[in-house]
C-alpha cells in the first residue's frame, strides 16, 4: 500500500531550517533600531495512508498477465471481428467512475433534445459526494452543448449533474434511462446510480464498458466531443479554458476515435479508447491502474503489441474468449 506524506517545504529547505533552528535569533541594527529575524520550523504531517480501490482489496493487483500491463483490469477487443485478444479479469465488477459520463452522454444524444438550449448550474450539482471542486459555479449558465462537451472532454461533474438533472422528468428518470440502455446493451454486469461517476456504486465490468465504448463510438457527437484536445466556454465574463484529461488526444501517433478517462480512489484511475491501431479498430479497456500514467503506460503497450504483428497476420490471442458479443 502506498504512502502519502506531505511537508511544508523541501527537503533542502527543511534542512536549512533544522540547522538554523540550533542557532540564536539573528540580531541586525539598522539606524539603532534592533529587528528580530524569527525563523519558522519546518511542519511535516503525519503519514495519510492511500485509500485502497475495490481492485486492490479484492486482490485483482496481484494477476499477472503476458504485457505486463499495471491495471488490474484489462480487455482488447477488435471491434470489427469482436475477437477478444487480451483480457485480465474481464468479468470483475468495479466501480468505474467517470467512465459514467460516456453513458450520460449518449442518453443525451440520443434524446435528440436542443442542444443550444442554456442550463443553469444550480446548488444541487455541487458535489456532496467527494467534496471536488469545479470552475462552473453555481448560478453559471451554459448550452447543453457546452455542458455535454465539458463532461466528455474535461469530465466536468458539475456539467454531467446538470445534464441529468434537466433532463425531462428529472435526475430519476434520467438514472432510470441510463440503467435502461445497459440492460439494452447487454451490459448486465452494469449499474447507474447517479450521471457523473462520482459515486463507487456506478459499477460495471471491462466487457460491459467494450458493449458501451462499441455503441457510443457510433455517435458523432460522442466522438468529436470526447476527442476534442481543449475547449472554451464563456461564463459572464470569463472565458475558461478546459483541456482534455487524456493526453492521447494530443499525441499525433494515436489515431482515437473515442476516448473517457475516469478516477476516484475506489475505482482507480481508468481509461477506456476506441482506437485505430495498426490498420485494426481496436477498443481498449482498462480499469483500476495504480497512477496516472500507468493506464497511458498500458495502452502503449497494448498498441506496441498489435504493431508488432506482421500485417494481414491473425492476432495471438492472449484470452482464452473467442468473441464478445456485441448487442
Not at 30 to 58: E, F, H, M, N, W
Not at 158 to 178: D, E, I, K, N
Request: contains cysteine.
Amino acid at each position: 500500500m502506498s504512502v502519502l506524506t506531505v511537508f511544508a517545504a523541501t527537503d533542502a529547505q527543511a534542512a536549512k531550517v533544522r540547522a538554523s533552528d540550533n542557532k540564536p535569533s539573528i540580531k541586525r541594527k539598522v539606524s539603532k533600531t534592533i529587528y528580530v529575524v524569527k525563523r519558522k520550523s519546518a511542519v511535516r504531517t503525519a503519514a495519510v495512508p492511500a485509500k485502497p480501490s475495490y481492485g486492490q482489496l479484492a486482490g485483482l493487483h496481484q494477476a499477472q498477465d503476458a504485457l505486463d500491463l499495471k491495471s488490474s483490469v484489462a480487455l482488447v477487443v477488435d471491434q470489427e471481428t469482436h475477437e477478444v485478444l487480451f483480457s485480465k479479469n474481464e468479468q470483475a465488477v468495479l466501480p468505474i467512475a467517470s467512465l459514467t459520463k460516456l453513458m450520460t452522454g449518449l442518453i443525451i444524444s440520443e434524446a435528440k433534445l436542443p442542444m443550444d438550449e442554456m442550463l443553469t448550474i444550480t446548488q444541487d450539482d455541487v458535489d456532496t459526494e467527494k467534496g471536488s471542486t469545479s470552475r462552473l459555479r453555481v448560478g453559471a449558465t451554459l448550452s447543453r452543448a457546452e455542458l455535454m462537451h465539458l463532461a466528455l472532454m474535461s469530465s466536468e461533474n458539475r456539467a454531467a449533474s446538470a445534464l441529468g438533472r434537466t433532463y425531462p422528468g428529472g435526475l430519476s428518470t434520467f438514472v432510470g434511462l441510463m440503467n435502461a440502455k445497459a440492460r439494452m446493451l447487454g451490459m448486465h454486469d452494469t449499474r447507474y446510480v447517479e450521471p457523473t461517476g462520482l459515486s463507487s456504486k456506478n459499477q460495471s465490468s471491462a466487457k460491459d464498458l467494450a458493449m458501451l465504448v462499441n455503441v457510443a463510438s457510433a455517435d458523432p457527437l460522442l466522438r468529436e466531443y470526447s476527442t476534442s484536445p481543449g475547449y472554451q466556454v464563456a461564463v459572464g465574463r470569463q472565458v475558461l479554458q478546459y483541456n482534455n484529461t487524456n493526453r492521447l488526444v494530443k499525441n499525433p501517433t494515436w489515431d482515437i476515435g473515442l476516448q473517457k478517462t475516469g478516477y476516484i480512489s475506489e475505482a482507480g484511475q481508468c481509461l477506456v479508447m476506441q482506437a485505430q491501431v495498426a490498420g485494426r479498430k481496436l477498443i481498449m479497456v482498462f480499469l483500476d491502474s495504480a497512477g496516472k500514467l500507468t493506464r497511458i503506460a498500458d495502452a502503449e503497450r497494448v498498441r506496441r503489441w498489435v504493431e508488432s504483428i506482421p500485417a494481414r497476420s491473425p492476432v495471438t490471442r492472449l484470452s482464452a474468449n473467442e468473441t464478445l458479443a456485441f448487442n
